[in-house]
């Protein structure tokens, strides 16, 4: 019997030379091997007579070879044949190149698997896989047959006989679920899961035991994701006033949409309920989150709080500092800056005055959750553009304070799956209407040929007092990915005439401030960048958005950078230049011209590139599923995440569940 840590080499079939390529598959102990699973499945379980064979059609055949096959040598290549049969007819197998064939392929019993064709009037069969019929259980036809991910030097042939064998070998496997959970959602225990899921008895017992595994895989990392964040179950919070927030809503200067008044509502609810709020408000760009933020942040001012607000840019947090300060001074609430590049003497005055409570309103980046910033009566906190910031932060700034209200903004739209997984612990608000008044922008994707076409049209929107946004995307903001940017913008100034700004992650700080405040007062105006304007700048006077190299881009990014035009009543266009038209840069393109729902756009985006890339994920750190389908197992999700909400809770609540106290 082997045990789950036993090393790869006690397995008959892998000595020291094995070894090494195991590894570079992370496959050190049997319990690495058995957990390595299929990606992919032939369903070889249906045995088909040769006289029944329908070319095209992939078949398993039993069949008899009655004599060593023959090599024939035809354009530089060895051809091998040989003839089979059965108690219905008589056919042919091939192999190419393969001399070695004719000495494998012993006469005897196999069963062949591959697509049979007709050929010079035979039922032939090219390249089938096969396996000898000895008596013992067979491992790649008469069975539903698993195809693994392999690497260079291991078959598909030989990691099906090691499974085999380890499987074989090993007692049953530990069951890490609670028994009760099992019954509950209808699940294999673990050792059929795992075996079922390499070599399944039957399509059902394979459908039981992925949905078991992608459970299971869900289940541990909600579990993990609850532990980390700490809040599932409702603390007890700050309860705020009753505020009527009319002089704030009249300074603002227009009325909210409905998808504003009821995430506000929303808010409202949680802020006045005894509870703390922990709250994601989900909108499209421009769909006016930073506005509802601040009616949130002036409803707990106005109890006697007070807010901070964290960007997840110096950029991004001197443009909301700038909005905030203008409209909240004259309703009598202070608001300071808070960043990195501040002088020493300017962050501590504002330190001091946010400990005395004179400030009532702090903007500002991570400078806001070092260790000796402290707030005399911290009642809300807000994560503006959350996928920048990690769990981590997120609860560094929550530590502000006694339990404050948490408001996390994102304009990403995550699709509901993945925002189930990653906002586990929020509660989700989604503002799904834009503000009146707004044109849909108008979208193209061109080639670079249209370019000067493009310059001329920019050259015309600015004649008419209008701005435009070029992306260059460079790889690494290094001195030569850089030039090329500048020298990009020479020419595009030689072609119109207009002097356009350079903005890249390069620029000291305060060169970066002076190029926003330039291109926000409308004295700059054709900005060049390279993608570091991605997050939440708002200058609705720009109509035009250029991106060079559109490929480069996933569609959530390139969604991202649109959203930097249309914000005010003008047409605004978004032209995507590229040359490279393959399929999945073709499929983008035509998905960004066809829609300008964000989250049908991230929808697509998963279904494009798969959740392993969609780019939420990998900043969120989220780890690689083995099974689970983040696009597809929505389902198995909810349920997986309910169970973990309920047997956390239990353990939080002392009505322990001895069994999961090892997960948790
Ligand atoms: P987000 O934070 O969702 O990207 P903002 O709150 O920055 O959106 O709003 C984008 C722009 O729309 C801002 O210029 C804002 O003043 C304006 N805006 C927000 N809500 C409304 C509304 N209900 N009616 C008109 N304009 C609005
Ligand atoms: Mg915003």
Not at 433 to 441: A, F, K, V
Not at 510 to 539: C, H, Q, R, W, Y
Request: proline share 5%; net charge neutral.
């Amino acid at each position: 019997m082997f045990r789950i840590d036993d090393p790869v080499t006690v397995l008959r079939s892998v000595g020291p030379a094995r070894l090494g390529t195991l590894r570079r598959l992370s496959l050190c102990t049997i319990g690495d091997l058995v957990n390595h699973f299929p990606r992919d499945y032939r369903d070889r379980s249906v045995i088909t007579a040769i006289r029944d064979l329908e070319p095209g059609i992939p078949a398993t055949v039993v069949a008899e070879v009655k004599k060593s096959p023959d090599v024939r040598i035809k354009h530089k290549m060895t051809i091998t044949t040989a003839e089979i049969c059965d108690n219905s007819g008589v056919m042919d197998i091939t192999w190419y190149n393969q001399p070695f064939m004719r000495n494998a392929l012993k006469p005897g019993k196999y069963v062949f698997s591959g697509e049979p064709s007709w050929f010079h009037g035979r039922m032939t069969m090219e390249q089938p896989e096969y396996e000898a019929v000895t008596g013992k259980e067979l491992l790649s036809g008469a069975r539903i047959v698993p195809v693994y991910p392999l690497t260079e030097g291991i078959s598909q042939k030989m990691m099906r006989m090691w499974q085999k064998e380890a499987l074989d070998g090993l007692p049953p496997i530990e069951e890490t679920l609670p028994a009760g959970l099992l019954r509950e959602y209808n699940l294999m225990n673990r050792d059929a899961a795992i075996r079922n899921i390499h070599y399944p008895e039957s399509p059902a017992a394979f459908n039981s035991a992925r949905r078991t595994l992608a459970f299971t895989e869900l289940f541990n990392l909600q579990a993990a994701l609850f532990r980390a964040r700490g809040v599932v179950k409702k603390r007890e919070g700050i309860r705020l006033d009753d505020i009527d927030i009319s002089p704030f809503t009249e300074r603002l200067g227009f009325t909210f949409t409905g998808a504003q008044s009821k995430v506000l509502a929303e808010i409202q609810a949680d802020t006045c309920s005894g509870y703390m709020m922990n709250r994601l408000i989900q909108g499209d760009v421009g769909s006016g989150k930073t506005a509802v933020a601040m009616a949130a942040m002036y409803m707990t001012v106005k109890s006697g709080r007070q807010a901070a607000l964290m960007a997840p840019t110096e950029t991004l947090a001197r443009q909301h500092y700038t909005y905030m300060k203008e409209l909240f001074e004259p309703l009598g609430i202070s608001v300071a800056l808070l960043t990195g590049s501040l002088a020493a003497k300017t962050k501590n005055a504002v330190k001091k005055d946010l400990a005395s409570g004179i400030v009532d309103i702090a903007v500002g980046t991570h400078a806001l959750i070092v260790d000796n910033v402290s707030f005399a009566a911290l009642g809300l906190t807000i994560c503006d553009e959350q996928h920048r910031f990690g769990v981590r932060q997120r609860g560094a700034l929550n530590e502000k304070g006694p339990a404050p209200h948490v408001l996390v903004m994102t304009a990403t739209p995550i699709p509901r799956t993945l925002a189930l997984i990653l906002y586990g612990d929020l509660d989700i608000s989604v503002i799904d209407e834009l503000p009146p008044g707004r044109t849909p922008i108008k979208t193209n994707a061109v080639t670079s040929q249209y370019r000067q076409r493009i310059f001329n049209f920019i050259k015309n929107q600015t004649d008419e007092g209008r701005q435009a946004y070029i992306v260059c995307p460079v790889i690494e903001e290094n001195e030569r990915d850089l030039q090329s940017v500048k020298t990009y913008a020479a020419g595009f100034a030689a072609a119109t005439g207009l002097s356009p700004a350079i903005l890249h992650g390069r620029l000291k700080q305060d060169e970066k401030n002076a190029v926003m405040e330039g291109f926000s007062s409308g004295d700059i105006p054709v900005l060049v960048a390279t993608t570091v304007i991605e997050v939440g700048i708002n200058v609705p006077n720009a109509s035009i958005m250029l991106i060079e190299n559109a490929e480069r881009f996933g569609l959530a990014q390139l969604h991202q950078l649109r959203g930097r035009v249309g914000r005010g009543a003008a047409q605004s266009y978004c032209v995507l230049v590229t040359d490279a038209w393959n399929e999945i840069t073709k499929k983008r393109m035509k998905a960004m011209t066809s829609t300008t729902d964000g989250f049908a756009l991230s929808d697509l985006d998963l279904s494009i590139r798969g959740p392993g890339d969609f780019f939420g994920t990998r900043q969120h750190g989220l780890p690689e599923m083995r099974v689970a389908n983040l696009y597809k197992d929505g389902d198995i999700l909810k349920e997986a995440q309910a169970a973990a909400r309920k047997y956390y809770r239990e353990i939080e609540t002392g009505d322990e569940n001895q069994e999961l106290r090892w997960l948790l």
